[in-house]
T-cell receptor
Framework: NAGVTQTPKFRILKIGQSMTLQCTQDMNHNYMYWYRQDPGMGLKLIYYSVGAGITDKGEVPNGYNVSRSTTEDFPLRLELAAPSQTSVYFC?????????????FGPGTRLTVT | QQQVKQSPQSLIVQKGGISIINCAYENTAFDYFPWYQQFPGKGPALLIAIRPDVSEKKEGRFTISFNKSAKQFSLHIMDSQPGDSATYFCAASMTGANNLFFGTGTRLTVIP
């Protein structure tokens, strides 16, 4: 049981490049989330999904896109990378949303945009 | 706007001491308050959580104290160990919401 896996672990992008951060979970969770973690700022929700084919914006969605074609996968797309997107990105999943449902996090992707 | 305010930013405690991390919130609709523990290079993992109908929850050496009237909650780590050295995040959520609002984190270092 791998839980939540993310690839790549590290990536350096040039300004204006695009990339996709991959996230897969094997717990059959309906809910999946993307967060970014910046030093001294905690985690901020970028996008979330309540099931295959359904996604919605979180607190900081600008510059990102997501899709959810299967229960297992929830990729995050950066179309035109900017230095402000330098961050550590975490994918998470949960059985249900909101109160009292534990979110399980992946190991993160450290992205640097220069 | 930070929905959950956390302090201190960093904390150094001697082995065997008590570590205390505090959080405060404004939104009275919050009804779930988890604490997450994050080791370097890893994702956060749920440590302990509380709902506002109780004032305290204890799991082993970890205790959450909750003060509903003051809109504050805190994590106490008793008999702190070097293996507890990590970053701790408080968070809050509400029924029906899809978002966890995280505090800014506290980096705990326990000195042997």
């Amino acid at each position: 049981n791998a839980g939540v896996t993310q690839t790549p672990k590290f990536r350096i992008l040039k300004i204006g490049q695009s990339m996709t951060l991959q996230c897969t979970q094997d717990m059959n969770h309906n809910y999946m989330y993307w967060y970014r973690q910046d030093p001294g700022m905690g985690l901020k929700l970028i996008y979330y999904s309540v099931g295959a084919g359904i996604t919605d914006k979180g607190e900081v969605p600008n510059g990102y896109n997501v899709s959810r074609s299967t229960t297992e996968d929830f990729p995050l797309r950066l179309e035109l990378a900017a230095p402000s997107q330098t961050s550590v990105y975490f994918c998470a999943s949960s059985y249900r949303s909101g109160s009292s449902y534990e979110q399980y996090f992946g190991p993160g992707t450290r992205l640097t945009v220069t | 706007q930070q929905q959950v305010k956390q302090s201190p930013q960093s904390l150094i405690v001697q082995k065997g001491g008590i570590s205390i991390i505090n959080c405060a919130y404004e939104n009275t609709a919050f009804d779930y308050f988890p604490w997450y523990q994050q080791f370097p290079g890893k994702g956060p993992a749920l440590l302990i959580a509380i709902r506002p109908d109780v004032s305290e929850k204890k799991e082993g050496r970890f205790t959450i104290s909750f003060n509903k009237s003051a809109k504050q909650f805190s994590l106490h780590i008793m008999d702190s160990q070097p293996g507890d050295s990590a970053t701790y995040f408080c968070a809050a959520s509400m029924t029906g919401a899809n978002n966890l609002f995280f505090g800014t984190g506290t980096r705990l270092t326990v000195i042997p």
